[in-house]
């Protein structure tokens, strides 16, 4: 990996899987809108889980969550959260590489949560997501309120708007950014 700085290190997965953030960002809640039965969907840069496990409850039994990281100690957690479980099933772990996420499965929905920004090749990311999105399929990408300033926001949604991606207003979650792409 090239440039380690810009991707969230493994020792803050606690921060990310937590009962304080499910108070204020619960999965189902935020996802409800977005996320049936039966689906196919594909968490990129899922971290410790969070919204894996909750999205394979979801999608239920004939659905799947493909659950994608660069860290394969990120996917261990999920791992460990899941072994032994009816949710085994429904997740397949995929650990990527920096500029290939290398999904071939086609997805009815891409969920990118604070992790657009840690993209080095944004415009190849967008383009390989194009690829196995499904027509009718959506990306709802989430970036945190400090971290990622609205200018660089902008010119990331840009950057999937270039590839052919449709830019429609996310949904109001406090002091974030949001957005939904659909294809053009
Ligand atoms: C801030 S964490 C967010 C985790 C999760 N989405 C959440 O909201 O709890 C960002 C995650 O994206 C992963 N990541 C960064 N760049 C990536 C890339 N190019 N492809 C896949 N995962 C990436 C990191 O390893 C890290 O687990």
Not at 136 to 150: D, M
Request: net charge positive; charged share 30%; glycine share 8%.
């Amino acid at each position: 990996m090239s440039n380690k700085h810009h991707v969230c290190p493994v020792a803050i997965a606690g921060w990310l899987d937590n009962r304080v953030r499910r108070l204020y960002q619960n999965p189902r809640r935020i996802l409800k809108p977005y996320v049936q039965e039966g689906m196919t969907v594909l968490d990129v840069g899922c971290g410790p889980g969070f919204f894996s496990v909750d999205m394979a409850q979801m999608v239920g039994k004939s659905g799947l969550v493909i659950a994608v990281d660069l860290h394969e100690a990120m996917l261990q957690k999920v791992r460990d959260k899941i072994i032994g479980t009816k949710l085994e099933k429904r997740i397949k772990l995929h650990k990527c590489e920096e500029n290939k996420i290398g999904v071939s499965d086609d997805v009815d929905f891409v969920l990118l949560f604070y992790m657009v920004h840690e993209v080095l090749d944004k415009k190849r990311f967008f383009e390989e997501i194009k690829e196995i999105l499904k027509p009718k399929g959506q990306i709802f990408i989430v970036e945190p309120p400090c971290h990622v300033l609205k200018s660089a926001f902008k010119r990331n949604i840009k950057k999937a708007v270039d590839v052919g991606f449709k830019d429609f207003k996310g949904p109001n979650m406090l002091f974030h950014k949001t957005a939904i792409l659909k294809k053009g």
